[in-house]
């Protein structure tokens, strides 16, 4: 593979290829395999995205009446699990069509609402369709009309699966096939939010009309101490607040509320819809200015410029009898961001809290969202 970058930032990162561009190569070779009775050094593969691969081919063999291939996956610069890992193809000869299955190491999806039904092999469907793309262009080339089965596995994907998100969205057994791209972007947001958008359709598929968001693990931990039986409806979007808001409004649902620590929560009373320090910070600055509003005094509030978290703020508010009317003023403009970002298509609310000040914020809507949720 010829190496193809991108850059963040100032960083000039190097790309790698998907799970399901492996799995695509792997079968294009045992399909040669197969039907030539050679194995290939080298694959070469389209991907979607227009990039050409030129991948080496591992453990290239005959079973009986199979061929079997196997691709090494490389993520690049990315931090993916799956680096390293060889995914394995098996073709063998059938009358007609094209069968794709799963075999040891890939997942099983037991949930409604992911791209693959309950029951199959989570194979995605641009992968499948590489799969097929990358087959059916080895038969056309040893002029073979008949069909074929072929078995995508991963014998490290069982232990793997366990450090994904898999369990979580109703995957069980192993690791999932996944790419629309074909290449992995290092640091890419748009896997991080096609995530979120997966495990809200399945909450979507599952009859759900409320949609709860929580941040990550602080967010998840109140819940669990604070509200059990919602723990398990949540569906994680981490620094994504805007983006998890407009996939909500998309799907159709009809609320959403959104739990968090201050910490990142306080960002919304500015109208900041990605939490990630690295995108905005404005913690202080929000404080402050919801202070101002609040008739704080300004030299209690030129003490916030200084603090590092916003629990540190929070003592010096308290500290002054000034943190009642500043959390007041926070909770309105997050309320008036919100809303803003919704604009009527949905009712939307937070949950902001601060367990080291026992803090509990709630926007206008949020005690009749949560409401809804808990009878749903």
Partial sequence: MENHYIYRGTQKLR??????????AAAKAAAMLLLSGEAPAHVRL???????LLLPVRSAQMELDQAVCAIKKDSGDDPDVTNGILIYAAVCKCDFGMEITGGEGIGTVTKAGLDQPVGASAINSVPRRMISDAVAEIAAEYDYTGG???????????????????????????????????????????????TIRTE??????????????????????????????????SVICSNFIGDAIDIGISLGFRRILIVGHLGK????????????????????????????????QPDILRQLADCATTDAALEIL???????????????????????????????????????????????DADAILQAISEE
């Avoid at 389209?46 to 050409?52: E, H, R, S, V, Y």
């Fill in 318 to 364: 308290y500290a002054h009898d000034a943190a009642g009317q500043t959390l007041d003023i926070l909770a309105k403009r997050i309320d008036f961001y919100l809303h803003s970002r919704v604009r009527e298509r949905a009712e939307i609310g937070a949950l902001i809290f601060s367990n080291q000040h026992a803090v509990m914020l709630k926007t206008s």
């Fill in 46 to 52: 389209m991907t979607p995205a227009g990039i050409p």
């Fill in 15 to 24: 790309c790698g290829f998907t799970t399901g561009s492996c799995a695509a």
């Fill in 265 to 296: 929560l306080v960002k919304l009373g500015s109208g900041i819809m990605n939490a990630h320090s690295a995108v905005a910070d404005g913690r202080m600055e929000t404080l402050i200015a919801c202070g101002v509003l609040g008739g704080v």
């Fill in 148 to 194: 074929f089965r072929i078995v995508i596995s991963a014998p490290e994907g069982t232990e793997i699966a366990k450090k994904t998100f898999n369990p979580r969205m109703g995957i069980t057994g192993g690791i999932s096939i996944i790419g629309t791209k074909g290449i992995v972007e290092p640091m890419s947001n748009s896997a991080l939010i096609e």
């Fill in 200 to 233: 809200a359709k399945m909450r979507k598929a599952a009859g759900h009309e409320n949609l709860l968001l929580t941040l990550g693990n602080f967010s998840e931990d109140y819940l669990a101490k604070k509200l059990p039986d919602l723990a398990e409806r």
